[in-house]
């Protein structure tokens, strides 16, 4: 009976949260106890391409949780949803975070988000990548909207078809270019090629700098041209992430969508987002050294 008051105790208090949060999307207010700096972020961010908020829900599922006499604790999800209007042009961005928050007496204490931790075989020394294809292979006709409508159905879940990894955002990614008719090849080395067989995968399958790296070089199958700007991009095509500005590239979305003024709204994993604004400046990765890559998919 304890446990089941604690649950709906938490419950209780996370509702109370999401409410005071929601109210900061679309209010000027800075001055909350409860203030959340990702509201401000955005607004500004939106502020800045002509558009706003007009409406927000906030949606939580527990993960886990923790009760004693005075503290609880609870690792939750955090599903946004964002009516976005931009000359009078209206659509929905959507992102899920994984946060941790502590109550203290009915009173919140702790609350942030848990920083997805960096791609797998983040190591890889990728002057070992091989980009050449010894066997005569023909082109292909990359569908971009199977590519897009995969991206769709899956950005909030994973397809139990694929393995799952701790980081996904380039398993995701390469889903979806997969789908679209991007022919695998390479296999068993790791270091050759882009596939995913027998639960094993090639770095340029599930590497974020490595997946990079192939879209540049690769002369067969799966082939990309870079471009200057991300307006020359259409949906199904890719934009690559280096946070850091330190040349290694560490995330990567697919075009799924454009905005009032023709820029990309994109889709991830790992930062589970749909229809979100390519540049990423309101995410907590976001810093002023980052840099991207834009690359067009060659049908």
């Not at 993960?63 to 009078?88: M, P, R």
Request: glycine share 6%; aromatic share 14%.
């Amino acid at each position: 009976m304890y446990e089941k008051k604690g649950v709906k105790k938490l419950r209780e208090l996370l509702q109370d949260l999401f409410e005071k949060r929601v109210e900061q999307f679309v209010s000027n207010k800075r001055a909350h106890k409860l203030f959340f700096p990702k509201a401000e972020k955005k607004q500004v961010m939106f502020a800045k391409r002509s558009a706003e908020i007009v409406k927000v829900k906030a949606l939580g599922r527990i993960i886990e949780e923790a009760n004693d006499v005075e503290f609880q604790t609870v690792k939750y999800h955090a599903h946004y949803q964002y009516l976005i209007k931009q000359k009078g042009f209206l659509y929905m961005e959507e992102e899920v975070e994984e946060r941790l928050a502590k109550f203290y007496k009915k009173g919140l204490v702790m609350d942030e988000e848990i920083t997805p931790s960096e791609v797998q075989e983040r190591n890889v020394g990728d002057i070992f990548l091989d980009f050449e294809d010894s066997e005569d292979r023909p082109s292909f006709q990359y569908n971009r909207l199977k590519a897009v409508q995969y991206a769709e159905r899956w950005w909030d879940s994973y397809n139990p078809a694929y393995k799952k990894f701790e980081s996904d955002c380039t398993n995701y990614i390469s889903q979806c270019l997969h789908t679209g008719g991007a022919p695998m090849r390479g296999y068993p080395n790791r270091g050759t090629g882009w596939w995913l067989q027998k639960n094993n995968w090639s770095y340029s399958w599930a590497v974020a700098n490595s997946l990079r790296l192939y879209l540049a070089n690769s002369k067969s199958g799966l082939k990309a041209r870079e471009v200057s700007s991300p307006d020359l991009l259409i949906k199904g095509d890719v934009i690559c992430y280096d946070f850091e500005g330190d040349g290694r590239y560490n995330h990567n979305t697919i075009v799924t969508g454009k905005d009032a003024y023709g820029m990309p709204l994109v889709n991830a994993h790992t930062y589970n987002s749909r229809m979100r604004y390519w540049a990423y400046e309101d995410s907590s990765a976001y810093t002023p050294k980052i840099k991207y890559k834009f690359y067009s998919i060659i049908d």
